[in-house]
């Protein structure tokens, strides 16, 4: 029995000594390599979408599609109540189609909790079935419960895709 208890032990140890990162044979040079790609790849996801109740003329210059009259159409309806509004303003200069994608990238967050079933199907990639879960989670206590139950339906990239598009 002492041995069992001490294999345990002594398994365990060199488990959690693995895990702390105190494994002296990793190179600075291997840390360093694998911490960039890390950030990069969150500051991507998180920079992907820009808030249209934020943005600037000047940003907005620079995006595919967007005149400088549509530019000055979306500065001027700032803030937005909601992602309906916003795409009322788009409405007025674009196609369904091109509404679309410039959503696709400009985007006023909905709430999880108050958003409209309209605000909700605005949401890019947004499937009927989609809208249903989202809607029948409601309340969400935080982001976490979000991830929790969409992640039961769509995997980890789609859920963070959907991140981009929502606010609580």
């Given at each position: 029995m002492?041995?069992?208890t001490?294999?345990?032990?002594?398994?365990?140890?060199?488990?959690?000594?693995?895990?702390?990162?105190?494994?002296?044979?990793?190179?600075?040079?291997?840390?360093?390599?694998?911490?960039?790609?890390?950030?990069t790849?969150?500051?991507?996801?998180?920079?992907?979408?820009?808030?249209?109740?934020?943005?600037?003329?000047?940003?907005?210059?620079?995006?595919?599609?967007?005149?400088?009259?549509?530019?000055?159409a979306?500065?001027?309806?700032?803030?937005?109540?909601?992602?309906?509004?916003?795409?009322?303003?788009?409405?007025?200069?674009?196609?369904?189609?091109?509404?679309?994608t410039?959503?696709?990238?400009?985007?006023?967050?909905?709430?999880?909790?108050?958003?409209?079933?309209?605000?909700?199907?605005?949401?890019?990639?947004?499937t009927?079935?989609?809208?249903?879960?989202?809607?029948?989670?409601?309340?969400?206590?935080?982001?976490?419960?979000?991830n929790?139950?969409?992640?039961?339906?769509?995997?980890?990239?789609?859920?963070?895709?959907?991140?981009?598009?929502?606010?609580?």
């Amino acid at each position: 029995m002492r041995k069992l208890t001490f294999t345990v032990l002594a398994g365990s140890a060199l488990a959690l000594a693995a895990c702390s990162g105190a494994n002296d044979e990793a190179t600075d040079e291997t840390a360093t390599a694998e911490a960039p790609a890390a950030d990069t790849a969150e500051t991507t996801a998180a920079t992907t979408v820009m808030d249209a109740n934020t943005v600037t003329e000047e940003q907005l210059a620079a995006m595919d599609g967007v005149t400088p009259e549509l530019a000055a159409a979306i500065v001027a309806g700032q803030p937005y109540e909601n992602v309906t509004a916003f795409n009322t303003v788009l409405m007025e200069t674009l196609g369904e189609d091109q509404a679309a994608t410039l959503r696709e990238t400009l985007f006023v967050p909905v709430n999880l909790n108050t958003g409209s079933e309209e605000d909700i199907k605005l949401i890019p990639g947004m499937t009927e079935k989609m809208e249903h879960e989202f809607m029948e989670y409601r309340p969400y206590e935080d982001m976490n419960e979000f991830n929790r139950e969409i992640g039961k339906y769509v995997d980890e990239a789609e859920v963070a895709r959907f991140r981009n598009y929502v606010t609580l």
